[in-house]
C-alpha cells in the first residue's frame, strides 16, 4: 500500500516557477515508477511526467518538455515536479501517481495509486 501527498500548488503569473512535491508513504517506495498527470475542468486527465522506479529514466509530455522536470528523492520518499515557463494553459489539478509495473508511463490505467490532487492555477 502507498499513500500519496502532493503540495506545492498555487497562484503564480505566466512565466513563473512552482514545484510541487509528492510525499509518499510505504516501505517499497523505491520499488514503483511514479508519475504526474494533470486535469483542467472539462477535460479528461492527461500525463505530464514520469520517472522510472531507479530515477534513471524520465518521460515527458511534449507540451512540457523543456519546462518541466520530475526527479526523485529515496530518502526522502519525495518524488517532485519543477515547472518553469509556466503558461495559462498549464492551469489544472496535478495529481502524484504510483506504478508498479512502469511499463507505460503516459497511461492513466497503468497507475496503482493516487493522491488528492494540488491546484495550480496560472494568470496572465
Known amino acids: 500500500q502507498v499513500q500519496l501527498v502532493e503540495s506545492g500548488g498555487g497562484l503564480v503569473q505566466a512565466g513563473g516557477s512552482l514545484r510541487l512535491s509528492c510525499a509518499a508513504s510505504g516501505r517499497t517506495f523505491s520499488s514503483y515508477a511514479m508519475g504526474w498527470f494533470r486535469q483542467a475542468p472539462g477535460k479528461e486527465r492527461e500525463f505530464v511526467a514520469a520517472i522510472s522506479w531507479s530515477g534513471y529514466n524520465t518521460y515527458y509530455a511534449d507540451s512540457v518538455k523543456g519546462r518541466f522536470t520530475i526527479s526523485r528523492d529515496h530518502a526522502k520518499n519525495t518524488v517532485y515536479l519543477q515547472m518553469n515557463s509556466l503558461k495559462p494553459e498549464d492551469t489544472a489539478v496535478y495529481y502524484c501517481?504510483?506504478?508498479?509495473?512502469?511499463?507505460?508511463?503516459?497511461?492513466?490505467?497503468?497507475?496503482?495509486?493516487w493522491g488528492q490532487g494540488t491546484q495550480v492555477t496560472v494568470s496572465s
Open positions: 501517481a504510483a506504478s508498479w509495473a512502469g511499463s507505460s508511463p503516459d497511461r492513466v490505467d497503468e497507475y496503482d495509486y
